[in-house]
């Protein structure tokens, strides 16, 4: 009985020696304060955890993510990792802590806070008009317009700046990504810029090169080409119902009066007056401009339709269509046969086709079938051409 006694004390003793503390806890990352990034992962949080009675592979551990908890371990040095579950939708402040209970029920926590930003993407940017290398004269106005996303930073949100030549252009308006402003800039080539600031302070740019001129811009060859004509008309007669539509495919507005418009024989005409073809627009040439009396068809400018040599005219048959600026330069050049149109009809270039090369292909050439003159036959005049099939 005395040495069972004696036993007892002696296992009582112990258990009254060894003092009762929480575990501790340290975390290693993320760092207090620390800035993570979306596409930057793992997202990995790491601590260090001890108790001196409870091995660390022992201890119970939790970690707790803004209130969502997982369930964690240590390996025998005390070493503890977890990837954090953090994604694009995550963006902002965040509080992790890791909890630690050991046997005798004692625990300890430590936290830390961090914030999580978007991609490290600037803004993708591009300013939409006007064309890369357009050219305005002097007295002109230029719009300049832009956009710009970015995968974190709201639209609205975004920062937007233009400047020419690294000078701010100022009175600039811009709103759910959109931007635009008017400015008259100095004789010369000058190179615009739009930047623009996100809420992770990241900036994206785009640039456009303009030139300002003491004359107005003339036509290049294929900056003005035949996109669209009425060859035989049946609902009034040629003479007063044929037309031809030009299209500037040009950044600037062109001004084609003076300009001849002729085949390779001896059909010419001399564009009277001004006739300006906006950028990206086009321009209607009429036999007749009245639309009562040309099949309600609307009209820009007119050219004499003769077939002796003193004007132009459309023939039922090989013909060709040439404009060239007063010294000569042919600025678009067609050829067409009786091949390609149909009575009736305006005949168009495919959209994805009206440039000087491809609109001498008859494949990208097709009969229209929207009708928008008061006349009723099939035509687009002043209009984006229907597709071809």
């Known amino acids: 009985m005395l040495l069972f006694l004696t036993q007892l004390a002696c296992e009582n003793d112990s258990d009254l020696a060894r ?27 790491e601590a260090v955890v001890a108790d001196s009675f409870t091995p660390p592979e022992v ?26 579950p953090l994604t694009i939708e995550d963006v902002g402040p965040h509080e992790l802590a890791l909890t630690a209970v ?33 050219a305005w004269h002097s007295t002109d106005s230029i719009t300049f317009q832009g956009n710009a996303s970015d995968s974190v930073t709201a639209a609205e949100d975004l920062v937007f700046a233009w400047s020419a030549d ?87 507005d062109l001004d084609i009066g003076g300009y001849t418009f002729r085949d390779d024989d001896v059909d010419a005409y001399t564009l009277a007056g001004s006739i300006v073809v906006p950028a990206h627009d086009y321009v209607v040439l009429c036999a007749n401009v009245d639309a009562l009396v040309n099949g309600g068809v609307p009209c820009d400018a007119v050219f004499l339709r003769d077939s002796t040599g003193n004007g132009l005219a459309l023939a039922n048959g090989p013909d060709e ?42 494949l990208h050439w097709c009969d229209q079938v929207s009708v928008v003159t008061t006349g009723g036959e099939p035509g687009t005049p002043g209009l984006p051409n229907d597709s071809c099939p």
Do not use: C
């Not at 979306?38 to 997202?43: A, K, S």
């Open 19 to 45: 003092v009762h503390e929480r575990p501790d806890v340290t975390l290693a990352a993320p760092a207090l304060g620390q800035v993570l990034r979306v596409g930057e992962e793992p997202f990995l949080a």
């Open 59 to 84: 201890l119970e551990l939790t970690w707790d993510l803004d209130g969502t908890t997982a369930a964690g371990s240590a390996d025998e040095d005390g070493a503890v990792s977890w990837e954090m």
């Open 102 to 134: 050991d046997e005798d029920g004692d625990e300890a926590t430590a936290s830390v806070t961090f914030s999580l930003l978007g991609p490290r993407e600037a803004p993708v940017v591009a300013i939409t008009a006007p064309e890369e290398g357009s």
């Open 166 to 252: 690294g000078a701010e252009l100022p009175g600039a308006i811009s709103a759910g990504g959109q931007s635009v402003v008017v400015s008259s800039l100095a004789l010369g080539e000058h190179v615009v810029t739009l930047s623009v600031t996100d809420s992770d302070g990241e900036v994206g740019t785009d640039t456009v090169t303009v030139l300002v001129a003491d004359e107005p811009p003339i036509a290049e060859p294929g900056d003005v080409v035949f996109s669209e004509m009425m060859v035989d008309p049946q609902v009034v007669d040629d003479t007063v119902g044929e037309w031809v539509e030009l299209y500037n495919t040009s950044g600037y």
């Open 321 to 362: 269509l040439v404009l060239a600026r007063p010294d000569g330069t042919e600025i678009d050049w067609l050829h067409y046969d009786e091949t390609w149109y149909s009575l009736a009809v305006a005949l168009g270039v495919d959209p994805k086709y009206q440039d000087g090369a491809a609109n001498d292909d008859p």
